[in-house]
């Protein structure tokens, strides 16, 4: 069962410009979600994380948008830069059961200089 | 710091075989977990231990199996291997209140 699904599967965009990623999930009890960044050859990264408490976390030019009564939230990437250029996901899950971290699928972003 | 360290890097193994992979958390992290990463299913959940008990299972079949030692390092475990386990195995550890942190993962392939 595909419980977060994550859109698009591949992104490409100039640098200066503005990446959006978008993931959706189904479980209702989920109430962490953060997002990684993996490059290859390497384990994923937390990027930055958000709790449905809050709307919108930003953190440099990485901000979670969050929609609660949708069950969406989305990552952006503000001035993106050709290191930038990785593979994102996003993730979900109940932090009172334990480090169980649900993935969506990936998008391979790719920043043109 | 030290990170999460997961040896081996590599790997090769033959179909019906077993493997054995290791993994050391940072120091002070009690909870591991292991995923599996593949082109096709992303990264999937295989379990979590904390204090040497498996805290959650994900869903694969019994030929996967885990373990973490009082020192909190934990192996994993894959018998009769299929062409279908060849992955990337990562594992990721933490402690309570903090992110998870991911070594760089065993690469595992089956012929």
């Known amino acids: 069962q595909q419980q977060v699904k994550q859109s698009p599967q591949s992104l490409i965009v100039q640098k200066g410009g503005i990446s959006i990623i978008n993931c959706a999930y189904e479980n209702t ?7 990684y960044q993996q490059f290859p050859g390497k384990g994923p990264a937390l990027l930055i994380a958000i709790r449905p408490d809050v709307s919108e976390k930003k953190e440099g030019r990485f901000t979670i948008s969050f929609n ?40 391979r972003l790719a920043v043109r200089p | 710091k030290a990170g999460v360290t997961q040896t081996p890097r590599y790997l090769i193994k033959t179909r019906g075989q077993q493997v054995t992979l ?38 694969f079949p019994g030929r996967f199996s885990g373990r973490q030692f009082s020192n909190s390092r934990s192996e994993m475990n894959v018998s009769t291997l299929e062409l279908g386990d060849s992955a990337l195995y990562l594992c990721a550890s933490r402690t309570p209140g903090s992110e998870a942190f991911f070594g760089q993962g065993t690469r595992l392939t089956v012929v």
């Open chain 1, 68 to 107: 609660k009564s949708a069950k969406q939230f989305s990552l952006h990437i503000m001035d993106s830069q050709p290191g930038d250029s990785a593979t994102y996901f996003c993730a979900a899950s109940i932090q009172s059961s334990g480090d169980k971290l649900t993935f969506g699928t990936g998008t």
């Open chain 2, 22 to 59: 290791s993994c050391s958390p940072i120091s002070g992290h009690r909870s591991v977990s292991w995923y599996q990463q593949t082109p096709g299913q992303g990264l999937q959940f295989l379990f979590e231990y904390f204090s040497e008990t498996q805290r959650n299972k994900g869903n």
């Open chain 1, 29 to 35: 009890a989920f109430d962490y979600f953060p997002w």
